[in-house]
């Protein structure tokens, strides 16, 4: 575990001097600001003999950098890039010869630009294999709402920095999402600065040169503290966090590519958006076309994009109090469920955590699942959750702990990627070799939150099985040709061999979400 500095300070404190900021955005405090809430741990939830639980593991490896454990995100060569929360550190970790991640090894990695040193920030691993951050609410763990960023490129292990887009005096804790068209969108968490309205941007990168343009006219109110959920037509649906609060629904409002505009959606049925603190839960896309948003106000809503309706979802049971996600993580697992990290009321412990199974509008079922041992010391804000290529989920959080939660059950045939061509054998040290196929871009990001973080695994990783010596390596892959949500259409990536796979006959699978293709056969020369 990670030393995490204790205060005196009350959250009622932090929140009353958040609500006097001439910032349109309430911070969550810092995870020290809560008091001292490292082990020892008392007892966490475990699941009743018979529940369908997944487990969960600690790292072999645990991560002892200085700072605590961020935002993680999925490299396409199959390793997870680690922020260290605050500081311009990231750091790798590497699955065993095995393909195990609880048994991988950390490597220090470049570190961005010294100035940049942020919390909760924008992320996205990008069509290319490199990956973008903007942002941050907190910049040295010091509130600014930063228009800092940096693109990294992890061939050349380097980091460049990234400008703002043009009149932009705020990004912080924003959205963003990488479009079909490969098109990396950012919000402005907190200004209009193109005209009249919020306003979001879009980034063609050249190289290392970042040109923004301007996008998102109509958008009724600002984007702070408001997720973005990309949907299988491409559009993308959003729950207005600052207008119409406390009453009996929130409103929604959908974003299309074509016009580069917002427009109206029907509200939802349960007011989801909490009013004090504008906080809103994430909500995953599943592999069924539903989404679930995951409310603050200790209700839920499911959306069906066919219909643009809205459906009461039942809440979380009542657990420690009524449960919600005034910020959090949620997963999608590759059996179709959603993971989800909740805790009672704004800001407040304990953290317990539910699968939901939902079936249709009107048949969701949540079913609480063993925690990990520092649940009872964290509220959900303070949780990431990351898919691996193994369909493990990889959480995060601020408060120092690391753990692998294996989910129990299997995805269905419909929703694995498909191989229609691959090669049939492979050089090692090889570069730009092509594989086709459908759904290398899954059918949700796999992981959730909202503004702060964003976590998607949304596209194609390449895993090379040795048949004889069950040896693992993940060839990364770059140049997608689609990204975004798979329509099911024919698609390709290209993927680099690493000399150090083991020679022979062996068995390649496209991962996407967590989600493995059939293997068919390649010899590795």
């Known amino acids: 575990m990670l030393p995490v500095r204790a205060t005196t300070t009350s959250i009622a404190a932090v929140i009353a001097a958040c609500l006097l900021s001439t910032s349109a955005d309430a911070h969550k405090p810092l995870p020290w600001q809560r008091g001292p809430h490292l082990g020892p741990y008392r007892a966490a939830f475990t699941a009743p003999a018979g529940t369908k639980s997944g487990t969960w593991q600690a790292l072999a490896n645990p991560f002892t950098a200085n700072g605590f454990p961020d935002t993680a995100v ?29 048994n991988g090894t950390w490597t ?79 919000a402005n968490c ?9 306003e979001a941007a879009l980034a063609s990168i050249s190289g290392t040169t970042v040109t923004w343009t301007p996008t998102g006219t109509g958008k009724a109110d600002d984007y702070d503290e408001e997720g973005w959920t990309l949907l299988p037509d491409q559009t993308i649906v959003t729950v207005d966090a600052n207008r119409d609060l406390g009453g009996s629904f929130n409103d929604s409002e959908i974003y299309s590519a074509g016009c580069g505009c917002w427009t109206g959606g029907k509200p939802t049925k349960n007011s989801v958006v909490d009013a004090g603190s504008h906080e809103l839960g994430p909500a995953p896309l599943l592999p069924n076309g539903l989404v679930f948003q995951i409310g603050a106000t200790g209700h839920n809503d499911v959306y069906s ?37 909740v805790s009672p009321g704004v800001f407040n412990p304990p953290s317990h955590f539910f699968e939901i199974a939902v079936n249709g509008p009107s048949k969701v079922t949540m079913t609480q699942v063993s925690e990990p041992a520092s649940a009872p010391g964290q509220t959900s804000y303070e949780g990431r959750m990351l898919v691996l290529p193994t369909g493990q989920v990889f959480w995060t959080s601020d408060v120092g702990d690391i753990e692998i939660y294996t989910p129990a059950g299997l995805p269905q045939a419909a929703w694995m990627p498909t191989i229609t061509k691959a090669p049939g054998f492979v050089v090692r040290g090889s570069t730009g070799n092509v594989v086709h196929g459908t759904l290398f871009n899954g059918l949700s990001f796999g992981g959730y939150y909202g503004d702060d973080a964003q976590m998607a695994t949304n596209y194609p990783i390449v895993r090379i099985t040795n048949i004889a010596s069950g040896s693992v390596c993940y060839a990364r892959t770059h140049d997608h040709a689609t990204m975004g949500i798979s329509d099911g259409g024919p698609t390709s990536t290209k993927f680099d061999v690493p000399t150090t796979c083991d020679p022979g006959k062996s068995t390649l699978v496209v991962v996407a979400n967590g989600i493995a293709s059939a293997p068919v056969a390649v010899k590795v020369n």
């Open 108 to 186: 220090a990695t470049a570190t961005m630009p010294s100035a940049y040193r942020p919390l909760y920030f924008a992320s996205q691993v990008l069509a290319d294999g490199r990956l973008i951050v903007n942002g941050g609410e907190y910049l040295k763990c010091e509130s600014t709402w930063t228009t800092l960023g940096a693109l990294y490129d992890p061939v050349a292990d380097k980091w460049t920095a990234v400008a703002p887009p043009t009149g932009w005096t705020t990004i912080g804790d924003a959205q963003s999402v990488v479009r079909p068209d490969k098109t990396y969108m950012l």
């Open 74 to 102: 999925l490299l396409t060569d199959g390793t997870v890039l680690m922020h260290s929360g605050c500081t311009p550190r990231w750091y790798k970790l590497t699955p065993d010869s095995h393909g195990s991640y609880v």
């Open 190 to 198: 907190c200004g209009a600065t193109f005209g009249a309205g919020p």
């Open 305 to 341: 994009p066919l219909t643009g309706k809205w459906t009461a979802a039942p809440d979380f049971p009542m657990v420690d109090g009524l449960l919600d996600s005034a910020d959090g993580p949620a997963a999608v697992l590759p059996n179709g469920r959603i993971l989800a990290q």
